[in-house]
């Protein structure tokens, strides 16, 4: 997605926090910060979406700047099965386009 | 936990035949969607489709594709004359809000020989 831009891979030690950064300087003021992932061979998982304010769930956590130019999610105490694909994604949900378009995204592998 | 299934898991076919992927969305979700993932390429939006029409689709959608939903719960992707260009992963995705998140299921792997 040319909106975001994210690094390629990442990896992460077992039980420690996973912070995975995205960039989004052209953000516009009603689009939204959407994260998904995709576990090999699974089809997308929605995670947590904001477009201001610091966002929580049972999952991940996401931190937006305040210029709201980048954000990073946070998995506060990774697994192995945490091992994905994971996609920052920008949009505008009263745009009339209910549709995410998916980048490359960041490969992050939770290692032992 | 309510989920979005898809059947077959896989399906193999012979260029130019006809196929029909199959998707039970969750069962109060009106917004209903088709993506694929070819082997090592992005994920695709195909269509989406509320109120028993289409609301959006990309330009692969083209006339070889078509999306029905037969009855209360199913919901369906044809393609008419599949190419070898076809082969991928082909998954659907529901939500309640159109806005909102969307449900994956765990897709179809279609293979066109």
């Known amino acids: 997605d040319a909106k975001t831009t994210q690094p390629t891979s990442m990896d992460c030690a077992e039980g420690r926090a996973a912070n995975l950064p995205c960039n989004h300087s052209?953000?516009?003021?009603?689009?939204?910060v959407y994260w998904y992932r995709q576990i090999h061979s699974q089809g997308p998982q929605y995670i947590i979406h904001?477009?201001?304010n610091n966002e929580t769930n049972e999952m991940a956590s996401l931190i937006i700047t305040e210029d709201r130019k980048s954000s990073t999610l946070i998995l506060p105490h990774a697994t192995l099965r945490d091992t994905a694909v994971y996609y920052c994604i920008v949009r505008d949900p009263s745009g009339g386009s209910y549709i995410p378009t998916f980048g490359r995204g960041t490969s992050l592998i939770v290692h032992p | 936990e309510p989920e979005v299934t898809q059947t077959p898991s896989h399906q193999v076919t012979q260029m130019g035949q006809e196929v029909i992927l199959r998707c039970v969305p969750i069962s109060n979700h009106l917004y209903f969607y088709w993506y694929r993932q070819i082997l090592g390429q992005k994920v695709e939006f195909l269509v989406s489709?509320?109120?028993?029409?289409?609301?959006?689709k990309s330009e692969i959608f083209d006339d070889q594709f078509s999306v029905e939903r037969p009855d209360g719960s199913n919901f369906t992707l044809k393609i008419r004359s599949t190419k070898l260009e076809d082969s991928a992963m082909y998954f659907c995705?529901?939500?309640?809000?159109?806005?909102?998140?969307?449900?994956f299921g765990p897709g179809t792997r279609l293979t066109v020989l």
């Open positions: 995705a529901s939500s309640d809000r159109g806005a909102d998140e969307q449900f």
């Open positions: 052209t953000i516009s003021g009603n689009e939204y």
């Open positions: 489709f509320y109120n028993n029409e289409i609301s959006e």
């Open positions: 904001g477009l201001k």
